[in-house]
């Protein structure tokens, strides 16, 4: 590889990286402690009647072969009254209710559709900015496009590492520190990782 094209993915894997990295060591410091951040969840609850049209053909399914996912009505209904999405939502369908479970970044959710009364119930739990935050960092509930982000995010990092090696390498002849803080960066880890972290 030129000097020039390796310069060029350095810099452009670099500037990627930049938010991702951040992000990352910041979440990597709050999920090391954890224990020690004191998270204040706060509870929204929601109670409604859905229309008796709709009672009516929520009633109607059969809990045998019930659908994968809610009528479009009741799907417009959700996003109206609850400005709530239900489009493709999976739910667990019973002779009494219809349950949705909606774990998300930061927190948890659920729904709960009565198929007798109609009442429903929507219970939204948020952990705040930190427990956000650090969810993103594990990729939990966070969707597939989320997911697509982490996998790109580990590419650029990968090339930014590799090319960043070789640019050491290009240039060690003129900083003799090079090799030693390279080597103390693998073996260092190794050493932690070997003294501290066994059973």
């Known amino acids: 590889m030129r000097m020039g094209s390796m310069v060029k993915w350095h810099w452009v894997s670099s500037a990627l990286c930049l938010a991702g990295l951040l992000l990352f060591a910041i979440t990597g410091i709050t999920l090391n402690h954890a224990q020690s951040i004191e998270a204040k969840p706060r509870t929204v609850t929601i109670e409604k009647v859905i229309p008796e049209a709709l009672l ?7 809990t045998e072969q019930p659908p994968e996912i809610l009528p479009r009505e009741m799907v417009n209904w959700a996003r109206q009254e609850l400005r709530l999405n239900l489009a493709n939502k999976q739910a667990e369908w019973s002779d009494f209710d219809i349950y949705f479970s909606l774990p998300k970044p930061g927190g948890d959710a659920w729904l709960s559709i009565d198929r007798y009364t109609g009442e429903v119930i929507y219970e939204d739990t948020s952990r705040g900015t930190i427990a956000y935050l650090n969810d993103l960092h594990k990729g939990r509930h966070t969707g597939l496009v989320w997911q697509w982000f982490l996998d790109i995010f580990a590419v650029a990092c990968v090339i930014f590492s ?13 900083r003799w520190s090079t090799w030693p803080l390279v080597s103390l960066g693998v073996v260092l880890p190794a050493v932690l990782l070997l003294l501290f972290t066994h059973g």
């Open 56 to 62: 009516e053909q929520l009633a109607a399914v059969e």
């Open 162 to 174: 590799v090319t960043g090696l070789l640019l050491l390498h290009k240039f060690a002849r003129n």
